[in-house]
Each structure stands twice: as C-alpha cells, then as structure tokens.
C-alpha cells in the first residue's frame, strides 16, 4: 500500500462546479498535511495546509479525517484556473514530507 | 514566501555527460534543502536532504556516487548528475522551508533534463 494515495483522476468538470479530492495516508504518526497545486510541468505550490478542525480560504476548504486517515479537498464555484494537479502531502516526522500522486483536475468552458 | 531558484531550467545532454543543477535560495538562508525527483505521472520523490557544510543524506536506492550534492553555502545546493543515462530523464526539483518555517516547502522553478 502506497504511503499516500490519491485517485489520479482526471476530473473533468464544467466551470462553476464543485468538486472534492480525497487522500488517504497510512502511517498514522502522521503530523501535518497540506494540498499543493501543481500545474503542468511547474513546480508544486502550496494551496492549504489542513487542520484538525478543517478549513476554509475563499473556495477552497480542506478537511481532515485522522480516525480513518484521510484528507479531502472540496473546490467551489470552480474556474477555468483551477485546472492544476492536485497533490497530497503528509509530513511524518522531521523533513519528511511524502507526496501522492497528485489528482488532475480539468475544468471545462 | 520564500523564494528558491533553480537553474538550469531545461538541459539536453549527451549519455555520458554530467550535468549540475544549481538551487539558490534568494531572499533567506537554508541550511537544509531537498533535492526531489518526478517522473511523468509520478509523485515527487525524495532522492536527499542536503545539508550546508556537511555530507547529504540519501534516500534508500538513491546512488550517492552517481548523484552527486553540494551544499557549499547557505543559500547554494548543487546536484550533479553523473555519467548520466536516458534513465536519469527527469524533472529534478529543488526545495526548502522559508525562515522561520512555517511547515511550508518552497520549491524551485525545476529543471528537466533529457540524456540522449
């Protein structure tokens, strides 16, 4: 089983959609987790880190669900801009942040 | 945020050659960056944590000998990647944690390198 998993997708959506990404990791001495973006043939950017209680910045919320170990990343009223790749990261301890995979998500005039 | 510069950007080179990619950090010191690799389709891959004024620390399965890390200052990390093969084809990103470190990772703009 993969350290950190994420469907690849792609998820094709029309502009102003909502669409959801989930992750899931198993190591549960996780620490941290963020979602990165990264756009095609770019370097990863950070989007959001997550938090315990989960969080929100404009359109974007992000959630944690440590119990059954996953993240998910809901994207709002989606632009022709979000169109990236989407990548899971999760800190297990000091320096070491694994990545999935990444979800690519295609959003549609 | 932080700013981490990568250089070369792209690099065509002949199999058998080295090629070094140089990662600067602009506007904060690092004493610790990440050197990363990506296939297509692939996550990002951790090769080696590059340390200033001492030896890197590679990732399992990774050739010291054959990628080779300097980190002679605290703003410059150098890969070199020796006698590089069309196997060694990849995108090669840089990266560290801006100061104070907020948890996030900066990442250099990358550098794909193709070996004919």
């Known amino acids: 089983r993969k350290e950190v998993e994420q469907d690849p997708g792609p998820f094709n959506v029309p502009e102003g959609a909502t669409v959801a990404f989930n992750c899931t990791y198993s190591?549960?001495?996780?620490?941290?987790f963020f979602w990165y973006r990264q756009d095609c043939r770019k370097e990863p950017k950070l989007l959001m880190s997550?938090?315990?209680s989960g969080n929100e910045d404009g359109r974007f919320t992000a959630q944690l669900n440590r119990a059954s170990q996953y993240i998910s990343l809901l994207i709002r009223d989606s632009k022709l801009s979000d169109s990236a790749t989407y990548l899971c990261?999760?800190?297990?301890?000091?320096?070491?942040?694994?990545f999935g995979t990444g979800t690519r998500l295609k959003v549609l005039a | 945020g932080a700013v981490v510069s990568q250089h070369p950007s792209r690099v065509i080179c002949k199999s058998g050659t080295s090629v070094k990619i140089e990662c600067r950090s602009l506007?904060?010191?690092?004493?610790?960056m990440f050197w990363y690799r990506q296939f297509p389709k692939q996550s990002l891959m951790l090769m080696a944590t590059s340390n200033e004024g001492s030896k890197a620390t590679y990732e399992q399965g990774v050739e010291k000998d054959k990628f080779l890390i300097n980190h002679a200052s605290l703003t410059l990390s150098t890969l070199t990647v020796t006698s590089a093969h069309p196997e060694d084809s990849s995108f090669y990103i840089c990266?560290?944690?801006?100061?104070?470190?907020?948890?996030?990772?900066?990442f250099g703009e990358g550098s794909r390198l193709t070996v004919l």
């Open positions: 997550v938090y315990s």
């Open positions: 990266s560290a944690f801006g100061t104070p470190t907020t948890g996030e990772l900066f």
């Open positions: 506007d904060f010191q690092a004493t610790t």
């Open positions: 190591n549960s001495a996780s620490q941290s």
């Open positions: 990261v999760v800190n297990i301890g000091t320096y070491k942040y694994i």
